[in-house]
């Protein structure tokens, strides 16, 4: 384990993406997005992604200065064709669409399709809490890693869901999590370690019990989370982030490209119910009694949001930890790319 | 037990709210949304209501003939007072203008307050999909009895949500669940029943393991599924139905009406995306495909809403079972409204 400033890590991967002919404003953004992952403790979607996007880009996977399209388009909606950009860059433009028509329109619904991975869903759903306006993202992932409800075999992506909603305060609202028991980012995460698992993440190739995170790379699969709600969750964002925006389902069969995303965010504005000022207020109160409430022995009450909040605070401070084998793979990177370690290394 | 015809139990119940006041045709429409959760097998959410709710007409939570009133209103949006008639006819015409608002507008959001308890909430949901337009509902209960992750003591509604797209298939897509562990209702069963319920389902008022459905009645609560995942969702479900519409959140600590809902809907047009067509054919798709994955052993693999399709088949011909215990309190009532069972227990 190293312990790297965010800051270091952040110029690191500017120039990681930037040697592969990613214009800089892209490159800096995409890189904020997976800082910022890693800044909220969820390493599954931080810098080790500079290995797995830089492989995807050499394999033609990605197109490192593509840019959206609108291919269809009315006052509340918009569908969007990713074109195979970074899918950072295709969820970031789907959001402010989202927004603006939002602003506009009071609610609207953005899709987008050829879109690559897009990271942190979280990311663009409190982007637009940011702009008083509820986010709210369904997405799919076409490359399957979950069962179906007391089935056998990979036909589910993680499939994450996210909510964020604007509070005018400290405390922050983010639901974000996978439909899986666990992103696949914190199977990898594990093996990285070489920790166990709990045996209620994954199943092996046989639909046998494991604690093992390799089982799952070899031919085992991840459980929805929550039994048949889980599996209800993920289906959902199965219809709407794939059928809907055109998108490839989980369970198509189709294996390249490796990790296509689609994206459905639907967006309210406040000011079309009670009002930002009253949705914000009530919000917060909301929350802080939330915090303020007894807890079990040893525990507090947190809101969706708040641990993310906390890590990156400390974070910020004390720096980003990454396992040895994502840093040497990081470093294995930056020797085929040509890119000069010395100045994050210090 | 006692088993009952749908159709008599349904002639009884718009007896039984006529003798109330109702007007014929809201009497009709309430004991529809009712016997129809029967049929779908969820019983928490079916004609043991008709002593609840006439409960609530007696001592003036309801107002058997009151009309919902739009009090804001934009092309994609509207608030709807409820004005505390009973919370299906509030629901239905949320459902009804989201819908309607969808058609027109491709995207719509419409909120309800003053409302009373809705009842099974993939009612609306699964409406909307019959009109080819997406349902998203979120609802938050008033009436707190869940409580948050860690937390102890009854801060959260059972908070529903539910999602049902059209298929335009004999495969119905219909996700409906309480983001309690499981709803209110089911323990209300359990108690009717005399049975013991899973440990993972409540705790008792000093926070202890425990498998009495009696002691969530005894200052208990039930706890949110999955962890932190549930505590989430029904924290969306408390900032979208309470929050967002001016209703009554879980924590506010207000006891009467007893039963307010706080419901938000979000209603999505497929022809703003890939269009109606290419969704159902898409949606049938992937549902067929997901029924005829292999599965564990002694089990199949269903999608979201089938087990509710083939209750329904079944109790259509075998007729619908009532608790003891249900059927007394549903005798009382009627004796008390001078209501002629006859023809029921014919």
């Known amino acids: 384990m190293i312990i790297v400033p965010a800051d270091a890590l952040r110029e690191l991967g500017v120039k990681i993406f930037a040697a ?6 892209k490159a800096r953004f995409l890189v904020d997005t997976l800082i910022e992952a890693n800044l909220a403790g969820h390493d599954s979607h931080g810098v080790h ?10 394999r033609g996977f990605i197109d490192v200065d593509a840019e959206p399209a609108v291919v269809k388009e009315t006052p509340t909606s918009a569908l969007v064709d990713g074109r195979w950009a970074f899918g950072q860059v295709t969820a970031m433009r789907v ?14 619904g953005v899709g987008a399709f050829n879109c690559n991975h897009i990271g942190r869903v979280g990311y663009y759903t409190s982007w637009a809490a940011k702009q008083g306006i509820i986010g709210n993202m369904y997405v799919n992932v076409g490359n ?17 869901y996210s909510v964020s909603v604007p509070t005018g305060s400290e405390t922050p609202f983010l639901v974000d999590w996978a439909t899986s028991v666990v992103a696949q ?3 990898s995460v594990a093996r990285a370690k070489h920790a166990k698992i709990p045996t209620t993440w994954t199943r092996d190739k046989y639909g046998r019990v494991t ?32 059928v809907l925006t ?31 000022d009253a949705f914000t207020e009530g919000a917060s109160r909301l929350l802080s009694q939330m915090k303020a409430l007894p807890a079990e022995a040893g525990k507090r009450v947190m809101v969706p949001g708040e641990p993310e909040k906390e890590s990156k605070e400390r974070r910020l401070r004390e720096g980003i930890p990454i396992p040895d084998d994502t840093w040497a793979q990081i470093k294995a990177l930056c020797a085929r790319l040509g890119v000069d370690m010395s100045d994050t290394e210090k």
Chains 1, 2 share one sequence.
Do not use: H
């Open 246 to 276: 055109g998108s490839r389902t989980g369970i198509s069969g189709v294996a390249e490209p490796p990790s296509p995303n689609g994206v459905f965010m639907l967006a309210v504005n406040p000011e079309a119910f009670v009002g930002l």
């Open 95 to 108: 959001a402010e669409l989202a927004v603006e028509k939002a602003r506009e329109s009071m609610v609207a």
């Open 185 to 187: 980012g914190k199977i």
């Open 211 to 242: 604690d093992d995170p390799n089982a799952v790379y070899n031919g085992g699969w991840l459980l929805p989370f929550s039994e048949y709600k889980g599996y209800g969750m993920s289906m959902i964002c199965e219809l709407l982030g794939a």
């Open 20 to 25: 592969q002919g990613t214009p800089d404003e």
């Open 144 to 160: 399957p890693s979950a069962c179906a409800y007391n089935g056998l075999g990979k036909v589910l992506g993680t499939n994450p």
């Open 49 to 58: 992604y500079y290995v797995g996007y830089s492989d995807r880009v050499k």
